[in-house]
């Protein structure tokens, strides 16, 4: 039995970057691809805004990932998240408080790697996603 598909979105800016761009054809412009509150400015005409989003969802590319590569990657990612603030919990030796969740915002690329995101950073061809770890009881 064949491998189990998804497919990831990036943005790129020429069609040559991923083998597949997305059919929007009759689609509803941002129905789809999330909320564009704050993408433009609310000043502007509205069929400047139009090509603005018209020209994000044209630069959406798919990219297909093997399910198992993705879960085999995000479990060595939280492998490592175990292991580095287990260490640093040790290490903090702290007395009065305790760390009780942690929110990371992590990146998927388009061949299904994580890594860690830092505050601000843009990566092409990369999303990110929040995961939220909470301590075991």
């Known amino acids: 039995m064949p491998d189990e598909m998804i497919s990831i979105a990036t943005s790129g800016d020429t069609p040559d970057e991923s083998p597949e761009a997305p059919d929007l054809e009759g689609a509803k412009i ?3 691809i999330g909320d564009y ?6 000043q502007q005409p509205a069929e400047s805004a139009h090509k603005q989003v018209t020209k994000a969802v044209d630069s959406l590319r798919l ?13 060595e ?9 287990s260490a640093a919990d040790m290490e903090a030796d702290m007395k009065a408080i305790e760390l009780s969740e942690i929110e990371l915002s992590v990146g998927i690329n388009a061949e299904g790697s994580f890594s860690l995101m830092a ?7 990369t999303r990110t996603v929040l995961l939220r770890f909470k301590r075991k009881s």
Do not use: Y
């Not at 509150?37 to 609310?42: E, H, K, L, V």
């Not at 990219?63 to 479990?75: F, G, M, W």
């Not at 505050?119 to 061809?125: I, L, S, Y």
């Open 63 to 75: 990219h297909k990932v093997s399910i198992k590569k993705l879960e085999k990657e995000l479990a």
């Open 30 to 32: 941002g129905a789809h």
């Open 119 to 125: 505050m601000g950073a843009k990566v092409a061809d």
């Open 77 to 85: 990612f939280m492998k490592t998240v175990d292991k580095m603030f």
């Open 37 to 42: 509150s704050g993408f433009f400015d609310a």
